[in-house]
């Protein structure tokens, strides 16, 4: 079976903190994808970042960056010197091929001025 | 504009009256899919739809139903709601939900149902 865990509920930082959000998989496939979407307070899904499970490298984008570790089953995500834009509920998901995309239930996170 | 659209956004129902709630996209996709998102339990899949005319079941199928007759709409169904569907549901599309996808789903802005 397939399942994405995400053991934050929420998480409170203050500005310009580093954050990182975890993200732990779990299936008996050898290639998949994993997500993470952005959900700001006005409720739409933003795509962050797409990975397959054959590219371990890990990835920066600006103040955004993704640790990918099969090892470990674990994608996690940082949040370099966070802003108050960043307040947002954050999701992992994970496909396996086929059709399915399984989600995490979430991370809240709040970060205050 | 590339979008994927979904209507009503807000909708106060009663229970057991049969509802709709519309999906479109205009960037000719083959893969749509409905999701609702509840607190502490994330995205769970609805229905999936690869074409025209295919559906198929997700996690929470129970109580909904879906139709694929064009390939930018993708109706969601709520034949006889109940307030354990008050929810808010997202819809979803992708160039071809065949893996490995090359592309990301393109989620519509939600539909927030309240069921009375």
């Known amino acids: 079976a397939q399942k994405v865990t995400q053991a934050q509920t929420e998480i409170s930082v203050v500005e310009k903190e580093d954050v990182t959000l975890d993200c732990v998989y779990e299936t008996r496939d050898t290639t998949y994808y994993l997500f993470w979407y952005k959900q700001p307070p006005s409720g739409e899904l933003v795509f962050l970042i797409r990975r397959n499970s054959f590219d371990e490298q890990n990835e920066i984008s600006g103040r955004y960056s993704w640790n990918f570790q099969k090892s470990t089953s674990s994608f996690n995500f940082t949040i370099t010197a966070s802003q108050v834009v960043d307040s947002a509920v954050y999701f992992c998901?994970?496909?396996?091929?086929?059709?399915?995309?399984?989600f995490g239930a979430g991370t809240r996170l709040f970060v205050k001025a | 504009e590339a979008q994927v659209t979904q209507n009503p956004r807000y909708l106060i129902t009663v229970t057991g009256k049969k509802l709709t709630v519309t999906c479109s996209q205009n960037?000719?996709?083959?893969?749509m899919s409905w999701y609702r998102q509840d607190p502490g339990l994330g995205l769970r899949q609805i229905y999936y739809s690869m074409n025209v005319e295919v559906t198929d079941k997700g996690d929470v199928p129970e109580g909904y139903k879906v139709s694929r007759k064009e390939k930018r709409n993708f109706p969601l169904i709520l034949e006889s709601p109940s307030p354990n569907q008050t929810s808010l549901y997202f819809c979803?599309?992708?160039?071809?939900?065949?893996?490995?996808?090359?592309?990301?789903?393109?989620f519509g802005p939600g539909t927030r149902l309240l069921v009375l």
């Open positions: 960037m000719n996709h083959e893969y």
């Open positions: 998901a994970l496909n396996t091929g086929g059709f399915k995309t399984i």
């Open positions: 979803a599309s992708s160039l071809s939900g065949v893996f490995p996808p090359q592309e990301t789903q393109y």
